[in-house]
């Protein structure tokens, strides 16, 4: 069973540029979370989806961060305009029932 | 929402010691899992545990969900097993996966 994917691994930006990140879950988990984690922290739940709705974006910064699950699948996370304190790890997870699956993450780098 | 606590916030042992990483948690859980977070930043999974004792290999874990507490078990260290381990739970009624502060272990050769 493949695992959940995410792309891309890396990204450097500049402050105030654009950024996106994209995110395959497992085949058939209708749950699907993007976290944060800044470097020495636990990661923090930014958005949770369950199929193409969302159920929690309370800790989401909406007014640069947007994200979308089209058809209940693959989803995108973004960032516009970024920020130095948005350097940063960013994980997809997801989910059927219960346990959660991660991806590798991506590591964001605002310059 | 649910709070989640972990202890100690650091740990360092010589390789083949035994080690017991604590999670509190702050309401009841439908959903409690432990993890590695390996050098490279994936979260890779250990246990699904809302309750009970389960093992793997060298590891084990048990949450006692009436006290609202889990505790991960790391039998004969080795230096592999250096890296964070994160607790997540669920608390019923909220479907939010939250994390703990973790617990970086270190093990010495």
């Known amino acids: 069973e493949a695992g959940v994917a995410q792309s891309p691994r890396y990204k450097i930006i500049e402050k105030r540029q654009s950024v996106a990140f994209w995110c395959n879950p497992i085949?058939?988990?209708?749950?699907l979370y993007w976290y944060q984690q800044i470097l020495g922290q636990g990661p923090k739940l930014l958005i949770q989806?369950?199929?193409?709705?969302?159920?929690?974006d309370s800790q989401l910064p909406k007014d640069r961060f947007s994200a979308e699950r089209l058809k209940g699948v693959d989803s995108t996370l973004k960032i516009q305009p970024a920020k130095l304190e948005d350097s940063a790890v960013y994980l997809c997870?997801?989910?059927?029932?219960?346990?959660?699956?991660f991806g590798q993450g991506t590591r964001l780098t605002v310059v | 929402g649910i709070q989640v606590e972990q202890s100690p916030p650091d740990l360092i042992l010589q390789e083949g010691a035994n080690s017991t990483l604590r999670c509190n948690f702050s309401?009841?859980?439908?959903?409690l899992q432990w993890f590695h977070q390996n050098p490279w930043g994936q979260l890779i999974n250990l246990f699904y545990?809302?309750?009970g004792t389960k093992q793997n290999g060298r590891l084990s874990a048990t949450t006692v969900a009436t006290e609202r507490y889990s505790l991960l078990y790391i039998s004969s260290s080795q230096t592999t097993d250096s890296g964070v381990y994160f607790c997540?739970?669920?608390?019923?009624?909220?479907?939010?996966?939250?994390f703990g502060t973790g617990t970086r272990l270190t093990i010495i050769p």
């Open positions: 997870a997801s989910s059927l029932l219960s346990e959660a699956f």
């Open positions: 989806f369950q199929n193409n709705g969302v159920v929690d």
């Open positions: 545990i809302p309750s």
């Open positions: 309401d009841s859980v439908n959903n």
């Open positions: 997540a739970a669920i608390s019923f009624g909220n479907e939010k996966l939250t």
């Open positions: 085949s058939g988990h209708a749950t």
